[in-house]
């Protein structure tokens, strides 16, 4: 059986980093599924809106988040970057529950500001890396009530932590989107899955 | 006043070449639209439908493709990859007269399966990449009936031949995306738009 992963979506949401990790995973023949998080945390059982991405893209999710969005259903939960959609989802009690459901039990990636959700969902100190922008917030925890919540920041563009994988940017989502296929699929399907996609030659990944 | 660029879209565009090109762009303050290609080439003045992603991402057009969609009216016009999308695209007579007014007037892009434009529309012999799996018939030009079509094919990254800008895959978009930039608004702001996206260090563009 092939395994599945759930791609959070928002507005303001860095379309790159989703896309990226998104087409990344079909190639590789994880069951992929996007699931639109509203502004406001309100279950909804109509199809979901476009997504606004941060650079003016818009995306249509294929659904809403609801209550079958957890571990059991799916093996790996993304959270990607972009300042707005990273807040949005970063903020909700039912995603924060969710990224602590799926560090527990399988796996959960963030990429970009989307590494402010480890933060705020309370997972324990380890390593981690973000975009550059939100280092002070991840290693201080200022914003934080629970100071323990601080972590040891890293700033290598994929950073595999047991469960927890995160990364920097734009510019590491495609080793970002790499590395979660060899953590679900093997290093046979990630070597498989990049060479079609005709990286540069000297490229460090 | 801002630069500005034409995407094209289809079903089956290969959506990360799709995205990191709209999204660079739009990060270096390129005014850039998206326009939906049909399959078949019947003009219409509705809101186009989505466009369906070669892996499964949905993208909202920002128009069809129409009568207003000249180098008057835009500095270029990118042709993005995907067997299935730039089959659509190359194949249609009112895109190839688009590829021939772009490239004698402003500045065309492809990347991947999208370098097909340039056989299909009959531009001049001159240095070109693309993906691998079109290699072939770039060459060659034996599916064309102009025989003087083939190109003089090279495995670079990216390749800059006047006003043609070529790519191979995924994997260049973003420096095949940054060269646009560049030629558009200069390399200072190539450099501006790249630091933010933070890519790995020994990256080689």
Redesign the interface.
């Known amino acids: 059986m092939h395994p599945s992963a759930l791609i959070l979506i928002a507005d303001g949401t860095?379309?790159?980093e989703f896309?990226?990790t998104?087409?990344?995973l079909?190639?590789a023949g994880v069951a992929?599924t996007?699931a639109f998080v509203p502004e406001q945390d309100t279950p909804s059982s109509e199809s979901p809106p476009?997504a606004k991405?941060?650079?003016?893209?818009?995306?249509?999710p294929d659904q809403y988040l609801n209550h079958d969005c957890g571990p059991d259903r799916y093996d790996l939960l993304v959270v990607p970057g972009g300042a707005k959609g990273a807040d949005t989802m970063s903020k909700q009690p039912s995603v924060q529950q969710l990224v602590r459901d799926y560090y527990d039990k399988k796996m959960v990636g963030m990429i970009c500001a989307g590494s402010l959700a480890a933060l705020r969902s309370g997972l324990p100190r380890q390593p981690l890396t973000s975009?550059?922008?939100v280092r002070k917030d991840l290693e201080k925890g200022m914003s934080c009530r629970r100071v323990s919540n601080d972590f040891d920041y890293s700033e290598e563009?994929v950073v595999v932590s047991g469960n927890l994988v995160t990364s920097?940017?734009?510019?590491?989502a495609?080793?970002f989107a790499l590395t979660l296929v060899e953590q679900l699929c093997g290093a046979d399907k990630r070597a498989q899955v990049?060479k079609?996609?005709?990286?540069?030659?000297?490229?460090?990944?």
């Open positions: 860095e379309e790159m896309t990226i998104y087409d990344t079909v190639r992929t996007s476009f991405g941060s650079r003016g893209i818009n995306i249509m975009h550059p922008s563009p920097r940017g734009p510019g590491t495609f080793p990049q079609p996609m005709v990286f540069p030659p000297g490229t460090p990944f």
